[in-house]
């Protein structure tokens, strides 16, 4: 079965460049979708089609996608952006999400 | 708004069963394909199943194939998923969730959005 593979945690300073990866076989070759869900809440759609914003997302969200590796980046990270990521992409008939990373804003 | 409201989790037994809901609004519910997703506590997101718009198409994952049964009823604008079985390992936050489709470059770019606030479903005895 397909998989994706997120780092479990990322830190980084407010006003920096976070980058959230997410790895798996020929990922480029497909669509990567990215949710944001912060502690008790519903994920939210904070990327699709590897590089679009859907509205009201900041622009300081960009992604990318290519080779086996979908990037997620955050510029000028605010605390506001500290919650867990996800990433998506579809396999055949089944639906794959990364494990997740916890981006942490120190 | 578009909205979608899960309802039906609450405690069931192992071995038990439940059927949850999800009312869709401010859409054209039959327009849509819908997916259901679930979350154990401290754990990340699982696909569950997909069904297309129609109703006709639907997939599940290995993990509940057999023991779960999605459905919709779009003039009722809702989504379904009937559990059977439960077991433990199903004891997790079930969201629903719209999807969005573009062709790209003739290839399909599938993502979820919106999705419910979620329904939480507690096996234990």
């Known amino acids: 079965s397909y998989e994706l593979t997120q780092p479990p945690s990322v830190s980084v300073s407010p006003g920096q460049t976070a980058s959230i990866t997410c790895s798996g076989d020929r990922l480029g070759d497909r669509y990567v979708s990215w949710y944001q869900q912060k502690p008790g809440q519903s994920p939210v759609l904070v990327m699709y089609q590897d590089t679009k914003r859907p509205s009201g997302i900041p622009e300081r969200f960009s992604g990318s996608n290519s080779g086996n590796t979908a990037t997620l980046t955050i510029s000028g990270t605010q605390a506001m952006d500290e919650a867990d990521y996800y990433c998506q992409a579809w396999d055949s008939s089944t639906v794959v999400f990364g494990g997740g990373t916890k981006l942490t804003v120190l | 708004e578009v909205q979608l409201v899960e309802s039906g989790g609450g405690l069931v037994q192992p071995g038990g069963s439940l059927r949850l809901s999800c009312a869709a609004s401010?859409?054209?519910?039959?327009?849509?394909?819908m997916n259901w997703v679930r979350q154990a506590p401290g754990k990340g997101l699982e696909w569950v199943s997909y069904i297309s718009s129609s109703g006709t198409t639907i997939y599940y994952a290995d993990s509940v194939r057999g023991r779960f049964t999605i459905s919709r009823d779009n003039a009722k604008n809702s989504l379904y998923l009937h559990m059977t079985s439960l077991g433990a390992e199903d004891t997790a936050v079930y969201y629903c969730?719209?999807?969005?489709?573009?062709?790209?470059?003739?290839?399909?770019?599938?993502?979820?959005?919106?999705w419910g606030q979620g329904t939480l479903v507690t096996v234990s005895s």
């Open positions: 401010a859409f054209t519910f039959s327009d849509f394909d």
């Open positions: 969730a719209r999807e969005r489709i573009s062709m790209v470059r003739g290839a399909t770019a599938n993502w979820f959005d919106p």
